[in-house]
């Protein structure tokens, strides 16, 4: 079964800030999917990232970025310099092959970023 | 990105009567949609995966009869919320599939907030 844990539920920070987000996962599959979606105060899901097992190389994208380590199972994602409009509640989430590419998500972490 | 759509974004029903949720793929076909459901402050539930031109795959827990969903097009998924009562009010997300070379993703619609009175 797969499963993705999201320790923080909460975390606060002062615009401008470093803030790093925590997931880990659990998979018994080989090939899997590893994903970060934002969830802004409006609801919809902005998908951020996708990142296969196969792919350890970590990424930046402009004040994003992500570390994925196999052998922790982990894929934390970081904001640099956080904005306000960094606040929004954001989700790890992780998909085998093996189970027709069903999302499973962590519980989420709510990002407050204050000016 | 895929965009994806839903219709409405948002309804409020009387307890009893019967909700469509319509879920589009705008510029792309997607054999594959899901249906998730989420409660206040929590996170998303798989609740069906919803395949073009056969019965949806249920997750454990969740009524078929109650939750029916029809995937007719490649372009549209919907789900009916039948004979609906107050426990279920939640926001309801659907996501298509897209396979892409190396993996696949899925895109998200904007989600339609259930109010059942």
């Known amino acids: 079964a797969q499963k993705v844990t999201q320790a923080q539920t909460e975390i606060s920070v002062v615009e401008k800030e470093d803030v790093t987000l925590d997931c880990v996962y659990e998979?018994?599959?080989?090939?899997?999917?590893l994903f970060w979606y934002k969830q802004p105060p409006s609801g919809e899901l902005v998908f951020l990232i996708r990142?296969?097992?196969?792919?350890?190389q970590n990424e930046i994208s402009g004040r994003y970025s992500w570390n994925f380590q196999k052998s922790t199972s982990s894929f934390n994602f970081t904001i640099t310099a956080s904005q306000v409009v960094d606040s929004a509640v954001y989700f790890c989430?992780?998909?085998?092959?093996?189970?027709?590419?069903?999302?499973?998500f962590g519980g989420g972490t709510r990002v407050l970023v204050k000016p | 990105g895929a965009v994806v759509s839903q219709h409405p974004s948002r309804v409020i029903c009387k307890s009893g009567t019967s909700v469509k949720i319509e879920c589009r793929s705008l510029?792309?076909?997607?054999?594959?949609m899901f249906w998730y459901r989420q409660f206040p402050k929590q996170s998303l539930m798989l609740m069906a995966t919803?395949?073009?031109?056969?019965?949806?795959?249920?997750e454990q827990g969740v009524e078929k009869d109650k939750f029916l969903i029809n995937h007719a097009s490649l372009t549209l998924s919907t789900l009916t919320v039948t004979s609906a009562h107050p426990e279920d009010s939640s926001f309801y997300i659907c996501?298509?599939?897209?396979?892409?070379?190396?993996?696949?993703?899925?895109?998200f619609g904007p989600g339609t907030r259930l109010l059942v009175l």
């Open positions: 919803s395949n073009e031109g056969s019965k949806a795959t249920y």
């Open positions: 998979t018994r599959d080989t090939t899997y999917y």
């Open positions: 990142r296969n097992s196969f792919d350890e």
């Open positions: 510029d792309f076909q997607a054999t594959t």
């Open positions: 996501s298509a599939h897209v396979p892409s070379g190396g993996g696949e993703t899925q895109y």
């Open positions: 989430a992780l998909s085998e092959k093996a189970a027709g590419n069903k999302l499973t």
